[in-house]
């Protein structure tokens, strides 16, 4: 027995129906009108639904108070709907500040912006997969549309999604059984409908028993056989009738569940034995989901999933490229696997994958040492005392070069020392001229070398660098005589006279 819950306000009735209805009832408990001040301005807001015209009207000339349902907080009423609660409006009811003159059931939705939509219950279906991989959906009454073996409708009851007992219903099958329907029944659960059995049993109800012996087996050759419109038609195995019937006279032929039949389909007798849907009877075209329905009452696939997700709506737009499977991933999937779903525009589109250009890294090139005289096979310097700087070996010592694979001294370098050694000589050898016989003399005439000791008149120092001393002392003709005393000693060791010249070097 229906309940019926009516509220009255300001003279008019407003029902609110909890039990069977014709649209589809809400799945949350429903919520209640509320009095609204006439303070109130924003009445034509979302988040208003009005009983009626004058409860609005009264409101918005601030005259007295008015009746709304009110979605979400923060309206100034005691109360107030909240997400996902529904109301059922009847005619005459003001929505977002339009009248409305039929019964209309809405929904709060407080994501967002507050605010009543209209509540689309969304349509039960049977949905598991099979094993070919691709998800399938059935709505009530519809059959799938191969036949299977036994193991194949096994697997699809147990994957069915959200039908606890298709696993229960899956180990009940007929061990017997060699081909199965798989279809959702009128209750929103998939089944297996036994269609044949294997070897000499035949189908009984929801079981497969043995044949009745005889010496003429009905059958010899396991042909299939229906009596259509009046005349007895025998078929070969996987053969088809090409007479055309109705849902009803194919059931009738072939003993099948009219409950898996499309009432407006148009069938053909198949050696299955089974009846296979060709197509519509005239004046009916097949729908998304395969099912016949009249021409010009056909929902587009947008329009049938109003109130889904924007990617399920956009899915529509690849036509047969893609399908939606919303009952195992919620996803729109290219049947291209060289493809993927993408919303451009508002369009839904399968557009190619695009592969990343292979990049090959370059080949390294080997660079030749910069200096392969004084370096090894990885550029390293390998003559002693030396260093690399900008890609050449030099010497630690600037006033050196790599010479026969080690530092000498440079030419420049020695000659340089060699005029050091010259100027020196010059100012030495001045320096001797300018000295007074006497001051050399003693006065037997002989050479005063406790002057020369006393004074220090000269000394060279010659430097040594490296290991190599050179010295070069020249005799000049013009120096006179006095000097004969002078020698050179290396290490106690005499190596020249007075007038000599010598050279100490390598």
Known sequence: MKKVLALFVSGSVFALFAGSMAVAGPSTSLCSPQVIEPKQKKIDWNDYLWVSVQEHDNVKSGRQQGTAAVCGKGHGTKDYCTDGQKIEMKPGHVWRGTPINKTVI??????????????????????????????????????????????????????????????????????????????????????????????????????????????????????????????????????????????????????????????????????????????????????????????????????????????????????????WDKPIKGKCNCKDSNTHFEIVGGRGQCIANVTPPVIIPPTPVIEPCSDPDNMDSNCKCVVPETVERNGKCVCLDSDKVIKNGKCEYSDEYLGKLEIELDNKYSGLTAMIGGFKKNVWRDENGEFNTARLASDSIAGVVLGTVGGIVTANLVKKAQLKQGFEDIGCYIGGQSVAGYGDEFYVGR
């Open 106 to 323: 809405y929904v709060c939705t407080t994501s967002g912006d507050d605010r009543w939509e209209i509540y689309v219950p969304e349509e039960k279906k049977c949905s598991t997969m099979v094993q070919s991989g691709k998800p399938l959906s059935l709505i009530a009454g519809e059959a799938f549309s191969m036949d299977l073996t036994r193991e194949m409708c096994a697997d699809a009851l147990k994957r069915a999604n959200g039908d606890a007992g298709a696993y229960t219903r899956a180990g009940k099958l007929d061990l017997r059984g060699s081909m199965f329907q798989l279809y959702c029944d009128a209750d929103v659960h998939l089944q297996c409908k036994l269609k044949a059995c294997e070897g000499n049993y035949i189908v009984s109800g929801d079981k497969c028993v043995e044949k009745n012996p005889g010496p003429t087996p009905p059958n010899p050759n396991d042909t299939c056989r229906a009596t259509i419109k009046g005349q007895t038609v025998v078929l070969d195995p996987g053969a088809e009738s090409s007479i055309d019937l109705t849902a009803a006279e194919c059931s009738a032929a072939v003993k099948v569940a009219g409950a898996s039949m499309d009432s407006n389909g148009r069938y053909h007798f198949y050696c299955g034995p089974m009846c296979k849907k060709v197509g519509c009877q005239s004046g009916y075209e097949n729908d998304e989901n395969g099912m016949c329905v009249k021409k010009g009452n056909k929902k587009t696939c947008r329009e049938q999933r109003a109130g889904m997700s924007i990617e399920a709506i956009a899915c529509c737009d690849t036509g047969t490229d893609a399908t």
